[in-house]
């Protein structure tokens, strides 16, 4: 791919194809039956594929609601121009109510004294939208008991600085196939609504894999996160995923420098790998500051289609793979994705981390540019330090 390597100046980059994330919405929009509206969940820098990008093509792919964690999360993505609703899903503070309200951003509460606190911060004239959380059974937050949901009800349809607009829960293991507890938290949910004198427009549950899996009709919206970049909720998911998930990100950098080691002779801190004859060794620009972290030494990374070895500890800045011959510098590298027949996936990187394909991600550091493919070409570049 031609660079536009102006705008960013180490070769490394993450290639974000907004194609496939409007594909995986569309196929999800697809798979709703009519009436349920899709919330995409862009939070961390939408799972660390870009906030604005990423927010933009699950609207222009038909997402109705947008969902971070925190408010500032919310208010980055109204300064760069996103009018449309988002949902706060963690706690805020009280005294966010008034920017919230005013930048038509929706909060999630829990609690009659968090109410009295918000109340006391909106301005004359006011709205604050508000979504309720149930705790059903994830123990993180939200109301677990019927008498404090009815008083939380209560006070928000009593003041008209409140429009009660949605109430929701999030299952802890719609992604594992046993269902047991999946169908107790959705029976949890199910008897707190009962306690309502009304519902809200917006009653959401599932995340990804409760709506890759399952309808109900309790719920009138669901909240798409990870499969959206392309990715199964889990392993155990994979085989019954209902349509072709795309994954949306890859990771790539460049050759910096290519040199032969003859026997004996070491590679990086601590000395721990040692040539054990005539060996080429190639540096990359890219360490455990940019999410490459130390654990994924011994890791395996494509050059002209093939696999090669991370060998000796991976720097802050920097780390050395094995090369079966001599590269010319500026020989492209990928660490995630498809290099001629060969693909490295974010699920093996996790499998090889002993940890999650959101967690891999997520940890790509801001350091490292976000080039966004659009309709199968560049289109833009993000370079966060340089912003
Ligand atoms: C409250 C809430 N809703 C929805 C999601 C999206 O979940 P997923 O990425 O599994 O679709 C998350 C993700 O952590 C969440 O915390």
Redo the contacts with the bound molecule.
């Keep these: 791919m031609g660079l536009e390597t102006k705008l960013f100046h180490r070769d490394t980059w993450a290639e974000v194809n907004l194609d496939h994330i409007h594909e995986n919405i569309s196929s999800m929009k697809t798979r709703l039956q009519t009436g349920v509206s899709l919330f995409a969940?862009v939070?961390a820098n939408a799972?660390g594929h870009g906030d604005y990008e990423v927010a933009k093509t699950a609207l222009e792919a038909g997402a109705d609601f947008l969902?971070v964690?925190f408010m500032d999360e919310a208010l980055a993505l109204r300064k760069k121009g996103i009018t449309a609703p988002i949902l706060v899903?963690g706690i805020s503070r009280p005294e966010s109510a008034a920017i919230a309200a005013e930048q038509g951003i929706s909060v999630t509460a829990f609690d009659d004294a968090w109410l009295d606190s918000a109340k006391a911060q909106l301005k004359p004239g006011q709205v604050l939208q508000v979504h309720i959380k149930v705790d059903s059974g994830m123990g993180r937050i939200g109301i677990r008991d019927k008498n404090k949901l009815m008083k939380v009800e209560s006070s928000l349809e009593k003041e008209a600085c409140f429009n009660f607009q949605g109430i929701?829960t999030?299952f802890a293991t719609a992604?594992e196939l046993n269902t047991d507890f999946y169908e107790k938290q959705l029976a949890v949910f199910k008897g707190m609504l009962t306690a309502l004198t009304s519902l809200p427009e917006f009653v959401h549950a599932a995340?990804?894999?409760a709506?890759l899996r399952f309808a109900d009709p309790v719920w009138n919206a669901v909240?798409?996160?990870?499969?959206?970049y392309g990715l199964s909720?889990s392993m155990e998911m994979k085989p019954i995923v209902p349509f072709p998930l795309q994954q949306a990100i890859s990771l790539k950098t460049k050759l910096v420098a290519v040199k032969q080691l003859v026997k004996g002779e070491s590679v990086s801190y601590g000395a721990t790998y040692t040539a054990q004859g005539n060996e080429w060794i190639g540096t990359l620009p890219i360490g455990y500051a940019d999410g490459w972290i130390r654990k994924l030494q011994g890791q395996e990374v494509l050059i002209d289609g093939m696999r090669v070895p991370i060998v000796g500890r991976i720097c802050m800045d920097q780390c050395m793979i094995k090369l079966p011959r001599s590269f010319p510098v500026g020989t492209e590298v990928t660490l995630i994705g498809a290099d001629g027949l060969e693909t490295i996936s974010i699920d093996e990187i996790a499998a090889k981390l002993e940890t999650i394909n959101?967690e891999v991600t997520c940890m790509i550091g801001a350091r490292v540019p976000r080039v966004y493919i659009k309709d199968n070409q560049q289109k833009h570049i993000r370079n966060y330090i340089l912003e």
């Design positions: 969940v939070k799972y969902s964690a899903l929701f999030h992604d995340n990804s894999a709506s909240r798409m996160g990870i499969s959206m909720p959101y």
